[in-house]
């Protein structure tokens, strides 16, 4: 860069004149991602179609000033301005390389993010967007010399600037509102692509949120809870709980998918049903919906959290334990013993912090022997929580002789890839949790000596690979696409008689809420929250 750009202007500006560049900047450049999806409109292409767009461009210039008002101080307008536009940069390449939107969804997993997720998503292209759209002008703007006023003088024009700017977004929503109040009816997603407003609306509502939750420890369930009586000589329940991520139903080989990606629970007698829908669209908002009792609707209408799967177990007298490979279990694990895959997983299944999903097999039974002995007697669940497929690294969630699919996409820029080679890395994720459930079982029949073992696995949401130009998951449940919601669910048992009975169930309409009460049902707990009808076992137990 030149010593031009950068040295120190001559020129005294007005902050009220970089707030008003800023709004401009920000209403057009940074927030590209939404005028490609209207421009992307049908009735958006008529000159109406492109006096609206532009009309809303005004809108959002207009808002953006009233706010950079506030700040039109010579000491305070820069640094607001950049922390409007750095987050207003990362935003736009978010929401224009994988067609994700910004809700509080969004922002919950942005805020949960951990340092290895974090390197999966950076690159070239996030680098160049935050130069572009932030540090250039950041930079520009600080070589800057602020006009020192009197703060009557500079109050007065910041006062003026604010009822300018909100008389022309009245008279710009008065213009607009028949066209803007239908698309944002028909098209509900668009208004999650206002950048950066969205980012601080989600936030805003998350600290909302946070404030308005009680305090005090989650309401406790399972009061009343028992454990059914075992015949004479029957061997306690051992449920191994697997929480897939990202893996889609329609890229399961077991429901009909032209490709060989289940090659070895195909060989193993396991039952997959074919229409199991999830509770969120990521991992944030369905593991903890996914392990509650109360369903999606009520679990997404609570006023408190409540206990869950976990602490029901734990509270019936069970041993549970909790094995995670990724980002952690969202807190539903908080009370119960938990463990790494990392902690002691061999060296030859982790690279740069993390592991692939055979760490979890790795040292079970002694983690299991470390539990009391006493709850071991009447029963155990285990719950993994795999590195499943995701994304956009698909391809290092597959070891190097675990890759049947190629070529296979080795960046995280899905965009530069030929479709067929995202697929084939993708795929090569779901090959290899063929692997990791075959070995799962594997570990299961060698505990037939102690226990009466079960393997339920099921994905916390799906994953878009490019259709309708969207990316990942993580779209507002209402909008989401069937890629993101459709869930694989595939049930492991040595009993054959109920293998069959599960068979009749496979292609019927299922969803998260049939979990809690399944492996409910599975350990033998009887609690007033414990519903048969959502027991996938019911019909199938022994009277």
Excluded at 395 to 402: E, H, I, K, L, M
Excluded at 411 to 425: D, G, H, I
């Amino acid at each position: 860069m030149s010593s031009k750009l950068f040295g120190r202007s001559s020129r005294e500006w007005n902050p009220l004149t970089l707030a008003l560049l800023t709004a401009l900047w920000i209403a057009t450049a940074a927030n590209w991602p939404l005028w490609r999806a209207l421009f992307a409109l049908p009735e958006n292409a008529s000159g109406r179609g492109a006096l609206f767009v532009l009309g809303f461009a005004g809108l959002i210039a207009a808002l953006t000033l009233l706010l950079l008002a506030f700040a039109a101080w010579r000491h305070t307008i820069k640094p607001v301005a950049a922390l409007l536009l750095i987050p207003a940069a990362a935003g736009a390449h978010f929401m224009g390389t994988y067609g994700v939107v910004i809700d509080p969804t969004m922002m919950t997993n942005v805020l949960q993010t951990n340092p290895t997720e974090t390197r999966d998503l950076l690159s070239l292209r996030l680098l160049a967007s935050l130069l572009v759209l932030a540090a250039l002008p950041i930079a520009w703007m600080w070589r800057l010399r602020l006009r020192r006023l009197g703060p009557l003088a500079q109050g007065g024009r910041n006062l003026a600037a604010m009822i300018g700017a909100l008389a022309l977004g009245a008279a710009l929503l008065f213009a607009i509102f028949a066209d803007l109040s239908a698309t944002m009816r028909n098209h509900k997603s668009l208004r999650y692509l206002i950048n950066p407003h969205n980012s601080f609306y989600a936030l805003g509502v998350l600290a909302h949120q946070a404030n308005a939750k009680p305090a005090g420890p989650p309401l406790p369930i399972g009061q009343d809870a028992t454990l059914a009586a075992r015949p004479a000589g029957a061997k306690p329940p051992l449920v191994l709980l697997v929480i897939g991520e990202t893996a889609r139903a329609d890229h399961f080989s077991l429901n009909g998918y032209e490709r060989a990606t289940n090659p070895q629970l195909a060989k193993l007698d396991v039952v997959s049903f074919r229409d199991v829908s999830s509770c969120g669209t990521n991992t944030a908002a369905s593991v903890p919906c996914m392990v509650s009792h109360l369903g999606r609707e009520a679990y997404v209408a609570r006023e408190r959290d409540q206990e869950n799967l976990l602490d029901l177990a734990w509270r019936a007298g069970l041993a549970v334990l909790w094995l995670d490979n990724q980002a952690g279990c969202k807190g539903v694990c908080a009370r119960v013993p938990n463990a790494m895959a990392t902690e002691g997983a061999p060296a030859a299944l982790c690279s740069d912090g993390e592991c692939l999903d055979e760490a979890l097999l790795h040292g079970l039974d002694a983690r299991i022997a470390a539990l009391p002995a006493e709850r071991r007697a009447r029963g155990l669940l285990l719950v993994m929580h795999q590195m499943g497929s995701h994304g956009p690294a698909y391809w290092r969630r597959s070891p190097p002789d675990g890759k049947p699919f190629q070529p296979e996409c080795e960046t995280n820029v899905l965009q530069q890839c030929e479709r067929q080679a995202l697929v084939n890395a993708y795929d090569n994720s779901i090959a290899y949790t063929d692997r990791v459930l075959a070995g799962a079982i594997g570990w299961l029949q060698q505990q037939r000596t102690a226990f009466e073992p079960l393997m339920l696995y099921v994905s916390d949401h799906g994953e878009s690979l490019g259709e309708n130009g969207l990316y990942l998951h993580g779209l507002p449940y209402a909008v989401a696409p069937r890629e993101q919601t459709h869930v694989p669910m595939v049930v492991w048992t040595p009993s054959a008689e109920r293998r069959q009975c599960l068979a009749a169930q496979r292609d019927a309409p299922l969803s998260h809420d049939n979990l809690f009460h399944t492996v409910a049902g599975a350990l033998g707990i009887r609690a007033s929250e414990y519903r048969a009808a959502l027991d996938l076992f019911a019909a199938c137990r022994a009277p």
